[in-house]
């Protein structure tokens, strides 16, 4: 009977031992469950895109993602990109740009009439979505060491298109040009666009830059005289034109006052003529209510005349 209760007692201590090692295997074979699932998920910002890769088969699906949380399967992840817009810049100074910026030293060229030229450029570029899949498979993850060398080919050899003087005298334009043949050859090759580029700074040779200068200055002063002369020149005809208006407003001005008197003229002359017309028709009517003559007529004419004129005025011949 002991001997049959030790051997139980081992039996169940031993199916005891069984269920504790099942049930730490069930729960390690749960949570690692748990951490395939989570695995098997993968996220992008709001600021990135991705593509679906597989590193145990080494694949990728040309599909593209945007923002937000997928289930992709187990050993499946994103290989991740930027959606924004990404800045490369050539300049002297790097230290002064932020460890994100993308930046290379100052480009040395020559402009088509053969004179050395420095450049500051920077430019800004965007992966083009749909193009994606291309950019991976085509330029690799280090991309953007492929896309700053083929700035740096295309700036330079954009740069020898152009004589010096071109560099001073309309840089803007120059500027569109330099980031219409970058986007061209981006869109063609690199599988991105060029929104933007800046021409930030230009360095010639001194000597040049000092011809160019005093070139400049001249100009300005030439322009400078001709603005003046042809203030001078309107303010002449400004006095010529004042000049002519008043010989105008004076001629208005006679014209007027000789109108004036023709009208006063011609009133008193219509006035004096209906004015004797009567005085001759009361000598008339004068004539003929009485019996003068002629002569009578006249005599009465003189005498009556001679009441009428002022005294101060007459002188009588004895």
């Given at each position: 009977?002991?001997?049959?209760?030790r051997?139980?007692?081992?039996?169940?201590?031993?199916?005891?031992?069984?269920?504790?090692?099942?049930?730490?295997?069930?729960?390690?074979?749960?949570?690692?469950?748990?951490?395939?699932?989570?695995?098997?998920?993968?996220?992008?910002e709001?600021?990135?895109?991705?593509?679906?890769?597989?590193?145990?088969?080494?694949?990728?699906?040309?599909?593209?993602?945007t923002?937000?949380?997928?289930?992709?399967?187990?050993?499946?992840?994103?290989?991740?990109?930027?959606?924004?817009?990404?800045?490369?810049?050539?300049?002297?100074?790097?230290?002064?740009?932020?460890?994100?910026?993308?930046?290379?030293?100052?480009?040395?060229?020559?402009?088509?009439?053969?004179?050395?030229?420095?450049?500051?450029?920077?430019?800004?570029?965007?992966?083009?979505?749909?193009?994606?899949?291309?950019?991976?498979?085509?330029?690799?993850p280090?991309?953007?060491?492929?896309?700053?060398?083929?700035?740096?080919?295309?700036?330079?050899?954009?740069?020898?298109?152009?004589?010096?003087?071109?560099?001073?005298?309309?840089?803007?334009?120059?500027?569109?040009?330099?980031?219409?043949?970058?986007?061209?050859?981006?869109?063609?090759?690199?599988?991105?666009?060029?929104?933007?580029?800046?021409?930030?700074?230009?360095?010639?040779?001194?000597?040049?830059?000092e011809?160019?200068?005093?070139?400049?200055?001249?100009?300005?002063?030439?322009?400078?005289?001709?603005?003046?002369?042809?203030?001078?020149?309107?303010?002449?005809?400004?006095?010529?034109?004042?000049?002519?208006?008043?010989?105008?407003?004076?001629?208005?001005?006679?014209?007027?006052?000789?109108?004036?008197?023709?009208?006063?003229?011609?009133?008193?002359?219509?006035?004096?003529?209906?004015?004797?017309?009567?005085?001759?028709?009361?000598y008339?009517?004068?004539?003929?209510?009485t019996s003068?003559?002629?002569?009578?007529?006249?005599?009465y004419?003189?005498?009556?005349?001679?009441?009428?004129?002022p005294?101060?005025?007459?002188?009588?011949?004895?």
């Open positions: 009977d002991k001997s049959c209760n051997v139980l007692g081992s039996w169940f201590a031993a199916q005891q031992a069984v269920m504790k090692v099942a049930f730490v295997a069930v729960g390690i074979a749960i949570l690692f469950s748990i951490v395939l699932l989570i695995c098997s998920f993968d996220t992008l709001y600021t990135e895109m991705g593509l679906n890769y597989a590193w145990i088969t080494e694949q990728i699906e040309d599909h593209v993602y923002s937000g949380r997928y289930y992709l399967g187990l050993g499946h992840s994103f290989l991740k990109f930027p959606r924004n817009v990404q800045s490369i810049v050539f300049i002297d100074d790097l230290y002064s740009l932020s460890s994100a910026t993308r930046a290379g030293p100052a480009l040395l060229s020559r402009t088509s009439d053969g004179l050395s030229v420095h450049l500051e450029v920077s430019f800004q570029y965007k992966l083009i979505p749909k193009e994606l899949y291309n950019l991976y498979t085509t330029l690799g280090t991309y953007q060491s492929t896309l700053i060398r083929m700035a740096i080919e295309q700036i330079t050899s954009s740069a020898t298109k152009f004589k010096a003087a071109q560099y001073f005298d309309d840089r803007t334009a120059l500027g569109n040009k330099f980031r219409a043949e970058i986007d061209t050859h981006f869109r063609k090759n690199a599988f991105c666009e060029v929104p933007f580029l800046q021409l930030r700074t230009v360095h010639l040779p001194t000597e040049f830059e011809s160019l200068r005093t070139t400049q200055i001249k100009t300005q002063d030439i322009l400078t005289a001709d603005q003046e002369q042809k203030a001078q020149i309107v303010a002449f005809k400004t006095t010529v034109i004042q000049a002519e208006q008043h010989a105008k407003v004076v001629t208005n001005q006679a014209l007027a006052q000789a109108q004036s008197v023709q009208v006063n003229n011609d009133a008193y002359c219509e006035q004096y003529r209906y004015t004797q017309g009567l005085t001759a028709e009361g008339k009517d004068i004539k003929a209510s003068w003559n002629s002569s009578s007529l006249l005599s004419m003189r005498i009556r005349a001679l009441r009428d004129h005294s101060a005025q007459s002188v009588i011949m004895m």
